[in-house]
């Protein structure tokens, strides 16, 4: 059997120190059943079943973390906005109350 590699597919991933062209990362497997990943020109991981479930694994769990910290923020950012509205609203009642009138 000779050795040989199918490029299962390449990406663009927005990435800091790359700056507005990206990172390209590019994901093969070879006839030897492994997973190579390559990141941009300077890096290069091959691994076997166990590393990539891993590594998806940790992928995963980084993704979940994200979107839990946005949606909390975000229900954050309207607790605020309706706090605040509820203050205004509060001090305009108050404004307009005449002392003694229930």
Known sequence: MCYSTQIIGRATIENESSGP???TVEVSI????KVT???GNGMTIRTGEDGIDDLSS???????????????REFNDMM????HDDRIHNARVA???VPGDK
């Open 80 to 83: 605020d906005t309706l706090d």
């Open 95 to 97: 404004a307009v109350t």
């Open 37 to 39: 990943i390559v990141l």
């Open 58 to 72: 940790l992928l995963s769990n980084a993704d979940q973390m994200i979107r839990a910290a946005r949606a909390n």
């Open 21 to 23: 062209r990206g990172l």
């Open 30 to 33: 070879d006839s030897l059943e």
